[in-house]
């Protein structure tokens, strides 16, 4: 097509207004520049395609099958310039999020309250999976940004090839928010514990409640305690900590979880944390974006607050 495309835009302007001069203010143009507009469009592709009369312009035939390509098109364009500004704008958009229950109750929900009070048009999808699930979406491009538990010690994710040796690949940003601490935990069951100082050998002849294996968790705990020595054999093995929590409110034996999911039953005496010679160390939660992924408008904005 060798026809200039701003003449397009004025024949558009033109035959939607009827006008010349009302073409010409609504492209900020002068009138002249207008005729030599729809002059050259018309030399170029060899016919007549309008009409000026004291009473407008009006297209001719061949004008009007022209008009209604050029008008599904012009239209078109706009409506792209239109939802670009949106996004810039924060006006619409969306943001895919993975987060464990964990960190999504801990650390992210607080933040998608204020984020959506901001920009409550932006649409949040979250997909809720454990760590090494996150990375694996975060790594295809399933998702903006993920918000994980990570440490530079006991953890081994080769499984699943994303974290290894508790280094994430070096085409991830990481950025450490906030600490999180493993704890045990006991109901009244177990009574006699409250307040003696275990071992962490002394687990070892405890009926042991914990998460499933394919969770960070689970793998940072299990490393940390075979470092020490120490191997438990869990009696029940469940999807969420909060569970965790209600089986041990029903003495169904002792829980491993993160403190954060047991503080409210611990300060209104339901439970107890079991104090042990040496804790386990603390790891952090993460916000990890692939630098090898685009990341959206409204996503980067969400990362300011985060």
């Known amino acids: 097509m060798n026809t200039n495309l701003e003449h397009y835009k004025i024949f558009y302007h033109v035959a939607r207004l009827g ?10 143009i002068t009138q002249p520049a207008v005729s030599q507009g729809i002059k050259q469009l018309e030399n170029s592709l060899g016919l007549q395609l309008l009409r000026r009369t004291t009473r407008g312009a009006f297209l001719t035939h061949e004008g009007e099958a022209l008009y209604e390509n ?3 098109g012009y239209e078109c364009f706009e409506r792209g310039e239109k939802k670009i ?13 993975g987060a464990s229950d964990m960190t999504l109750q801990y650390y992210l929900l607080p933040y998608l309250e204020r984020f959506h ?8 999808q979250v997909t809720n999976a454990p760590t090494p699930r996150t990375l694996e979406h975060l790594a295809s491009g399933r998702i903006d940004l993920g ?9 081994d994710f080769q ?8 280094r994430f ?10 600490d999180i601490e493993d704890i045990f935990i006991a109901g009244r069951r177990f009574e006699e514990l409250r307040g003696k100082v275990l071992s962490l050998k002394d687990l070892e002849s405890l009926p042991f409640i914990c998460l499933e294996p394919d969770t960070s ?12 020595g120490v191997t438990l054999m869990p009696e029940f093995e469940l999807a969420t900590s909060n569970m965790i929590v209600q089986f041990v409110m029903r003495n169904l034996g002792v829980g491993s979880v993160v403190a954060d999911f047991a503080t409210e039953y611990i300060e209104k005496g339901d439970i107890f944390r079991i104090k042990l010679d040496k804790d386990i160390p603390k790891r952090k939660i993460c916000v990890i974006t692939d630098n090898t992924n685009i990341v959206s408008i409204a996503a980067k904005k969400l990362l300011e607050l985060l």
Do not use: Q, W
């Open 117 to 124: 009070h901001l920009y409550p048009k932006i649409k949040v």
């Open 147 to 155: 918000i994980v538990s990570a440490s530079d010690e006991y953890a």
């Open 19 to 28: 006008s010349f001069s009302e073409a010409a203010k609504e492209l900020c």
């Open 70 to 72: 050029v008008a599904a």
């Open 85 to 97: 500004r949106e996004l810039l704008s924060l006006d619409s958009g969306e943001i895919r999020i």
């Open 169 to 178: 690949p070096a085409n991830m940003d990481v950025r450490m928010v906030r």
């Open 159 to 166: 499984n699943v090839g994303t974290y290894l040796s508790g």
């Open 217 to 228: 968790t689970r793998k940072y705990v299990d490393g940390f305690l075979f470092s020490e």
